[in-house]
């Protein structure tokens, strides 16, 4: 078995065919009057399986399949260059792709931003954007930080003060987070200390061990570890407390209050789908979030239902790939 | 303890249960056998399947899949020298060679009986030492992993023909080259990928253990054109030979199959190591321990050289399970599927594990053991028909190793460009094993050398700079004079004899 990335991004080059008529689901269903009934779905993540986007796709099969809203629904995992190879394949393969939804968000924002990547989220059909995973700061139990604001004037009077690290290579996500939090506070973000880790779970054993000491990432992802005691939430960089963490303050009252980050998971769709259909994807969404099995997936995971569509999430997704330009050109990865 | 294991084991031997462990290691086999597809894709076929089951359930079957998988790797390794993932790439070394000589049934057998021993071992583990281990597992650093990866390298000298020293050091140097191809994730840059999207997440081990061996072997095959003897060779290869072990076999691996299920355990303990890594450092420690002619043997169907990474891999599989269940923390990609189906039933993984959901923890560790118990009942019977593979002409087998290596390879990501990437390196491979080049170091410099790097870079970042960790650091110093040591030993033997 190999052993490649934990969380967010691709567990290994592994794919697999899940639920109920994988191969046929991917068939084009273009019997023009009924073109917008949607009888099967068919999840595309560019990721491997046990990864975030993963975990999105599957939470969000057993809701649909359990609330009854959708029986024959599947996972494929196409892996392979960040998400690009999927996003390529759905794009070449459009006209026979009516039945799927490739799940994706921040990411491919952040990657064709910062490297030669083909494609931008202009180039595939935005259905709805499903969930929003907040970023969390995170130190072990022993740190002797239990205020946030101790981390931040220890960053001030050394910008290399503290190891920060996260699950992600330099320049991707995680490394982004801490980043705008060094902004925000008035330190460098290209002085401080980043330690890139191979997934989430490897950073979460590097801050276990005393490696790193200070953890970036989607805190639902380090939610067992908070539970159980190990490691401690000092901030969650959202402008809201989070009904799962509720004693765990805002960015924003430790001072910090544009400190924001968040990894958004959306549905999108092959290029120059009928946007008859798109709404008939996007309207199965919105009522698939209102139902139990949905609440009981959400909560589980401790997902952050986050429900865009239509010329909203157009409009999102252009602020949001605006402000991460910024902190990539302020990082120095982009020119 | 012992009541633990008995409430366990009265949990999973439920009718019901047994069905789940007997159809989930049947299920895992098969997929196993496929080249390129793993446990990591047995898992998570199955997750869908596990929602309506209860969380003993669900694990008794996921474990069952993980382990059955883990076996049916070996067997398309031993048969047809197609790794069926990457934990099995070792088995080929001593495995390929035992099948070419009609011992294909003994090597079977071999590995369904480490498979048994080193799950059997690992369990004991686990529930012996799971929350000790885990300490010991966060503290092992950037800087100890580094050793550990030196460590590893010296096994270099393990695949060294007489006379071969130069031919290996190069080989190895070439996987640790092509190890950098990719995004490098200390500086978040790609290297030599050339613009290519589908090489910024580097090679893949399996495809490149695949070209090595199984898809250059056909290739080879196919190019001497043997056809005078082609019907003596097909009547030995026919012969699957006898499953039995002597007692003087049985004595000469069982401290074999012991040593490599600690190591491998141990090994398997460590987020950030696993299986593939136990697999290839415990068949270089007992190479590196054998003496005289049980050396000679090694590469050229050692029985010890099959036993070793066998045993080692399935115990590494049971060793992932500590940090899971006590940290949870995944070590691979198969415990991040575990890891998601525990929270979606409703367990939380972490040291008060044993005590909120103790009969969960219980069920883990009897259904790993009851797994291992009915992997060894289903496969000894069938490895006479599994191994009836060889007795096919080679005129039909080599098109459909071709064949298979193909879809497998296509069927772990479903990209036509890692076709074309896997035929371009087994013709290169072919023109290296033409002229006596030797593929394992490669593989094993490909496998160590992206770890290797990236916790150099982040053991220098840690300490800013200062090379100092490598002696202030106990366990580091401790594991690199023992590579040193590896090194030199033969070295000096040599020197005495001269």
Known sequence: MTDHRITGASVSRRAVLAGGGAVAATLALNTSASAETIDRLHFLVGFGAGGGFDQTARGTMEALQKSGLMANVSVENRTGAGGSIAIAHLIETAPRQQNTLMVNGTSIVIRSLSREFNQTFRDVTLVNAITSEIYGVLVAANSPYTDLNQMTEALRGNARAVRLAGGSPRGGIDHMAAAKYAKEAGVQPRAIQYIAYDGGGRALAGLLGGEAQALFMPFTEALPQVRSGQVRLLALMSDKRSPDVPTVPTMGEKGLPKALMYNMRAFMAAPGMAPARVNAFADLMERLIATPAWEEVRARNAWNTFFLRGPALATFFETHEKELRELLTELGFIG | ?498
């Open chain 2, 1 to 498: 303890m012992i009541e633990g294991l008995l409430t366990g084991l009265a949990a999973v031997a439920s009718p019901a249960n047994l069905v789940l462990l007997f159809g989930g290691c049947l299920l895992g086999t098969f997929i196993g056998m496929m080249p390129g597809l793993g446990p990591v894709t047995a898992v998570s076929l199955l997750i869908p399947i596990t929602y309506g089951l209860s969380p003993a359930g669900a694990m008794i079957l996921l474990a069952a899949v993980y382990y059955g998988a883990m076996f049916g790797g070996s067997t398309a390794s031993v048969l047809i020298n197609a790794p069926g993932e990457s934990s099995s790439v070792p088995t080929t070394f001593d495995g390929y060679p035992l099948a070419r000589n009609g011992q294909a049934g003994k090597a079977l057998a071999l590995c369904a009986w480490g498979s048994f021993v080193g799950g059997t071992i690992a369990t004991l583990m686990l529930m012996l030492a799971a929350p000790t281990l885990s300490s010991w597992a966060v503290g092992f650093q950037a800087s100890e992993y580094f050793a550990l990866m030196v460590l590893g390298l010296t096994a270099i000298a393990a695949f060294t023909e007489e006379g071969g020293v130069i031919k290996a050091l190069l080989m190895a140097v070439l996987g640790l080259m092509l190890a950098t191809i990719g995004t490098d994730i200390a500086d978040g840059v790609e290297r030599y990928v050339f613009g290519i999207p589908d090489l910024s997440d580097g090679l893949s081990f399996v495809l490149l253990a695949m070209a090595a061996f199984a898809l250059s072997e056909a290739l080879i095959a196919a190019l001497r054109n043997q056809r005078l003897s082609e019907e003596a060779k097909a009547a030995a290869r026919g012969k699957v030979g006898s499953l039995k072990l002597s007692a003087a076999e049985v004595r000469d691996v069982a401290p074999t199959a012991v040593r490599s299920s600690i190591l491998g355990f141990m090994v398997g303990v460590l987020p950030g190591a696993g299986a593939t890594i136990a697999a290839f450092m415990s068949y270089a420690v007992e190479r590196n321990l054998a003496r005289g002619p049980a050396k000679e043997m090694f590469g050229k169907g050692s029985l010890r050289g099959i036993t070793a990474p066998e045993t080692a891999n399935n115990a590494a599989a049971g060793g992932a399970y500590v940090p899971l269940l006590t940290l949870g923390i995944p070590g691979s990609g198969t415990t991040a599927v575990i890891l998601g189906a525990l929270i979606t039933l409703g367990v939380q993984p972490g040291p008060r594990l044993y005590i909120e959901h103790a009969e969960v923890f219980w069920a883990v560790v009897a259904s790993m053991y009851l797994g291992n118990v009915i992997l060894l009942i289903i496969n000894l019977p069938l490895i006479p028909y599994i191994a009836r593979t060889l007795a096919i002409p080679e005129t039909m087998l080599v098109p459909l190793i071709l064949f298979f290596c193909l879809v497998g390879v296509y069927l772990v990501s479903f990209n036509p460009f890692d076709l074309w990437l896997m035929i371009a390196l087994a013709g290169v491979a072919v023109v290296l094993r033409l002229v006596d080049y030797p593929m394992a170091p490669l593989l094993l410099g490909f496998v160590l050398g992206k770890l290797m790097e990236e916790n150099l870079r982040r053991a220098l970042l840690v300490h800013d700079g200062s090379f100092a960790f490598l002696w202030e650091r106990p366990v580091t110093l401790g594991l690199l004079i023992l590579s040193a040591l590896c090194v030199s030993a033969p070295l000096l033997k040599r020197l005495k004899r001269g």
